[in-house]
């Protein structure tokens, strides 16, 4: 628990830090928190603070630098976020994919930092399948998504079915399961397999595995991310070379970003995740702040902001809070 005068200090200290960038020493956070303190009151309040585990000294200096406790501790508990000035462009209702690469662009132009947008949950409800026989073990399966999106995938049969089979598959299934979610088909065909012929329950359940896999984009499809190249602007980064390297890999990776921003659909409003507390993004030098985004009312995806945990989270905030509620408009527009 700290005392009033601690977290004064505590957030003089860090809206120093980030505004300049530098390590705060006693003099200078005696000027910035306005306070009628000594040198040696103030050198005092940062030896517990710094026992707390709220901020550290650099070898090279003499003053201190907020951790990425201090900076949760700053968010949750000193943060006010102002009525915001901001005018971004309107996100014109476009196609879902333009608008996805719209919004992340905007997101980078406005925080000069990452945007990153988890595009929209496809839906996986088919509207039609077919099978078409390309050889003896080879079978065409096409899918219909009820958008008209067609996927195709190729099946590897240990029977060889005729014509007259496969069309009775892709009618058993489009009569019975067109419409349903295709995990809830796949648990219906599991309970079908008495009434139907065993190697043609096989084929429909092939065809479901990999219908679920087509429908389901891979993360380079399910994740949009605009101005990497800001971050080498940025001093935290572009003097540290391991950091940057890092940086950049779990941008080409993806698949954490993903994970991030699923959890992060599932919460309400703003979420703000410091230095590597995430454990998704594990580096103490990267913050995110996320938000999800509706369409028709519906959480589908979520965006936000990736940059150094020294970075002005109140701007942040608006940023992503209007962005996200662009991306709703225009999405929803659209449909």
């Given at each position: 628990?700290?005392?009033?005068?601690?977290?004064?200090?505590?957030?003089?200290?860090?809206?120093?830090?980030?505004?300049?960038?530098?390590?705060?020493?006693?003099?200078?956070?005696?000027?910035?928190?306005?306070?009628?303190?000594?040198?040696?009151?103030?050198?005092?309040?940062?030896?517990?603070?710094?026992?707390?585990?709220?901020?550290?000294?650099?070898?090279?200096?003499?003053?201190?630098?907020?951790?990425?406790?201090?900076?949760?501790?700053?968010?949750?508990?000193?943060?006010?976020?102002?009525?915001?000035?901001?005018?971004?462009?309107?996100?014109?209702?476009?196609?879902?994919?333009?608008?996805?690469?719209?919004?992340?662009?905007?997101?980078?132009?406005?925080?000069?930092?990452?945007?990153?947008?988890?595009?929209?949950?496809?839906?996986?409800?088919?509207?039609?399948?077919?099978?078409?026989?390309?050889?003896?073990?080879r079978v065409l399966?096409?899918?219909?998504?009820?958008?008209?999106?067609?996927?195709?995938?190729?099946?590897?049969?240990?029977?060889?079915?005729?014509?007259?089979?496969?069309?009775?598959?892709?009618?058993?299934?489009?009569?019975?399961?067109?419409?349903?979610?295709?995990?809830?088909?796949?648990?219906?065909?599991k309970q079908e397999?008495?009434?139907?012929?065993?190697?043609?329950?096989?084929?429909?359940?092939?065809?479901?595995?990999?219908?679920?896999?087509?429908?389901?984009?891979?993360?380079?499809?399910?994740?949009?991310?605009?101005?990497?190249?800001?971050?080498?602007?940025?001093?935290?980064?572009?003097s540290d070379m391991?950091?940057?390297?890092?940086?950049?890999?779990?941008?080409?990776?993806?698949?954490?970003?993903?994970?991030?921003?699923?959890?992060?659909?599932?919460?309400?409003?703003?979420?703000?995740?410091?230095?590597?507390?995430?454990?998704?993004?594990?580096?103490?030098?990267?913050?995110?702040?996320?938000?999800?985004?509706?369409?028709?009312?519906?959480?589908?995806?979520?965006?936000?902001?990736?940059?150094?945990?020294?970075?002005?989270?109140?701007?942040?905030?608006?940023?992503?809070?209007?962005?996200?509620?662009?991306?709703?408009?225009?999405?929803?527009?659209?449909?």
């Amino acid at each position: 628990m700290l005392d009033e005068r601690a977290k004064l200090l505590l957030k003089a200290l860090i809206e120093r830090y980030i505004a300049d960038g530098q390590p705060v020493g006693s003099r200078t956070l005696s000027r910035a928190s306005g306070l009628e303190l000594s040198p040696a009151t103030i050198r005092n309040v940062m030896s517990d603070l710094e026992e707390l585990g709220l901020i550290a000294s650099p070898h090279t200096s003499a003053g201190r630098v907020p951790t990425a406790r201090g900076y949760r501790l700053f968010v949750d508990t000193m943060l006010t976020v102002q009525g915001s000035e901001l005018t971004p462009p309107e996100l014109p209702a476009e196609q879902p994919q333009k608008v996805i690469a719209n919004a992340a662009q905007l997101l980078s132009n406005m925080s000069q930092f990452v945007g990153v947008v988890m595009a929209p949950r496809r839906s996986s409800v088919f509207k039609h399948i077919e099978f078409v026989k390309l050889s003896e073990h080879r079978v065409l399966l096409i899918i219909v998504s009820p958008q008209g999106d067609v996927q195709n995938r190729v099946l590897f049969t240990d029977v060889e079915f005729d014509a007259s089979e496969l069309t009775t598959a892709s009618n058993f299934i489009n009569t019975h399961y067109a419409g349903l979610d295709i995990e809830e088909v796949r648990e219906r065909i599991k309970q079908e397999v008495v009434r139907l012929q065993g190697e043609v329950v096989k084929l429909m359940q092939s065809a479901v595995n990999l219908g679920a896999e087509a429908m389901m984009p891979g993360p380079q499809e399910q994740v949009i991310i605009s101005g990497e190249r800001n971050l080498l602007s940025v001093s935290d980064f572009s003097s540290d070379m391991g950091n940057l390297r890092r940086a950049f890999e779990l941008f080409e990776q993806k698949t954490q970003i993903l994970r991030l921003l699923d959890v992060s659909s599932k919460a309400e409003g703003v979420r703000i995740y410091i230095g590597g507390e995430s454990q998704v993004v594990p580096f103490e030098e990267l913050s995110v702040v996320s938000a999800p985004y509706e369409v028709d009312g519906q959480v589908v995806g979520t965006l936000g902001v990736i940059g150094p945990t020294r970075m002005h989270y109140d701007k942040m905030i608006q940023i992503v809070d209007i962005t996200s509620k662009l991306v709703s408009n225009a999405l929803s527009q659209h449909r």
